[in-house]
Antibody, heavy 119, light 107 residues
Framework: QVQLQESGPGLVKPSETLSLTCSVS????????WSWIRQPPGKGLEWLGY???????KYNPSLESRVSMSGDTSKNQISLKMTSVTAADAAVYFC?????????????WGQGILVIVSS | DIQMTQSPSSVSASVGDRVTITCQAS??????LAWYQQKPGKAPKLLIY???NLHSGVPSRFSGSGSGTDFTLTISSLQPEDFATYYC?????????FGGGTKVEIK
């Protein structure tokens, strides 16, 4: 069974860079699409983008200038970086495996990590 | 971007009730639609993909239908563990987008 676990600082200062890691176990990150999705407290879900194991990426245009994703096959990890964060970026951040062949659904999810933006 | 509009935003129901949630896309998405269930403090869980295909392990009381712009999630007989928030999500085009959610509450 594929398991995902997000990790990283739970507190980031305004204008700084948010960096999160998603560790994948029970399967390789190779040959799959991996997404980051966030959810502000009490609100809905927002897709941030995906990375394919080869390194190809696609980002939500609303965040494209600030977001980057990368993968490390040696560590079986996916990473997210978001620059110039503001209070609006405070949310629970999830990593998930995206399956284009299952009508583009997210089958496996991490438990999520809460990120607070505050000085 | 394709906007996904769910209704109602919340519904109160009793155990055993039939509950129907609708999701409308701002443009046609064929059957590129998934439904998720989310409980407080947890990640969403996939229920339905391709508009009507039940994900492995999901109880048969859940069903999905629709194509184009209008979709429905039905819970045929609500169980205590079904009280949660439900989201639809489209993958017809990028950016991938979710509906605003429907909270199913105990009556």
């Amino acid at each position: 069974q594929v398991q995902l676990q997000e990790s990283g600082p739970g507190l980031v200062k305004p204008s700084e860079t948010l960096s999160l890691t998603c560790s994948v176990s029970g399967g390789s990150i190779s040959n799959y699409y991996w997404s980051w999705i966030r959810q502000p407290p009490g609100k809905g879900l927002e897709w941030l983008g995906y990375i394919f194991h080869s390194g190809s990426t696609k980002y939500n245009p609303s965040l494209e200038s600030r977001v980057s994703m990368s993968g490390d096959t040696s560590k079986n990890q996916i990473s997210l970086k978001m620059t110039s964060v503001t209070a609006a970026d405070a949310a629970v951040y999830f990593c998930a495996r995206w399956l284009p062949d299952a009508a583009g659904s997210f089958v496996f999810w991490g438990q999520g990590i809460l990120v607070i933006v505050s000085s | 971007d394709i906007q996904m509009t769910q209704s109602p935003s919340s519904v109160s129901a009793s155990v055993g009730d039939r509950v129907t949630i609708t999701c409308q896309a701002s443009q046609g998405i064929s059957t590129w639609l998934a439904w998720y269930q989310q409980k407080p403090g947890k990640a969403p869980k996939l229920l339905i993909y391709d508009a009507s295909n039940l994900h492995s392990g999901v109880p048969s009381r859940f069903s999905g239908s629709g194509s184009g712009t209008d979709f429905t999630l039905t819970i045929s007989s609500l169980q205590p563990e079904d009280f949660a928030t439900y989201y639809c999500q489209q993958s017809n085009s990028f950016p991938l987008t979710f509906g605003g959610g429907t909270k199913v509450e105990i009556k």
